[in-house]
């Protein structure tokens, strides 16, 4: 891939989709609906570190269901991959990202870390007695793979917590069940804070590179999962990072990738690079309708596609 190949298809993914009008802000977190709709930017961090950009780079967004990786990362990092299998599930649920019926069907079991169930389980996981410790850690990965300090958007933060009822009945649904490993309720509430952390396209496609890099962060250099680690989070990427959409998007961009309502998207092609795009209008499934295309034009431009 050379550099000019990259720029090329980065341009032309740009050109070709900034005027796609379809989808819809999210809305039922009341702050995401104000958010600019014409944003709309593209990144990619090659494993050797080099960062290619285009178009609005600067807007950050709030970072949303794609936060669900990292914390899932440092989870198998602590605990092992047998534990996330054991006590949370690595199952596509085929339903909604915030289905209530997918955690009843099977109680508790057979669901992922990237949906909501499983990423407040994910979160009530990580090391620490108490909610401070449990968000420290969750913000000093996030800012690890990102190479950088990330900050809370807390007109997000503050409009989901003060709505989250549908997420906390989840959490009390999984404490129910036995699959939820610490108090549900600031379980949710530190899950919502994570989701709240402000990021730009740049941002996301380090952290996406890193997952590409091995564990190791391109741009800074320093190993922040291990490699098993990494094939583990990957793994359930396949399997459910765009929800019931998931299947679509390995079949068209065989890479890996993970959503966010706030209308970023990452995919990770392993050995390569990692790519980023944000725009926040989504389709039903949840994830960003411009921000799909723009990245499977450039993967499949770029021949990442390993399939
Ligand atoms: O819990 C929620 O509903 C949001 N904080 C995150 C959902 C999300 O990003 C789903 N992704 N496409």
Redesign the pocket.
Known sequence: MSKASIESAMDKAYTNNKDVKEGKNAD??KELAAVDPNIFGIALVTTDGQVYTKGDISSRVSI??ISKVFTLARIIEELGPKAIMDKIGVDATGLR??SIVAVEEHKGKEINPLV?PGAIAAVSLISGTDSATKWRHIREIHDEFAGERLEVNMPVYIS?AGD?LR?QAIAHLLLAYGRMYFDPVQSTDV??KQ?ALNVNAKDLAVMAATLANGGKNPVTKKVVVSPSTTASTLAVMATAGL?DDSGQWLYIVGCPGK????GGLIAVCPGKFGIAAIAPP?DDA??SVKAQKAIADVVNALRANPY
Do not use: D, M, P, R
Not at 259 to 262: E, F, K, L, R, T
């Open positions: 039922y977190i949303q269901s990202f915030n909501n989901e989250n997420n899950y919502t989701c929800y959503s966010g309502v706030g989504l949840g994830n």
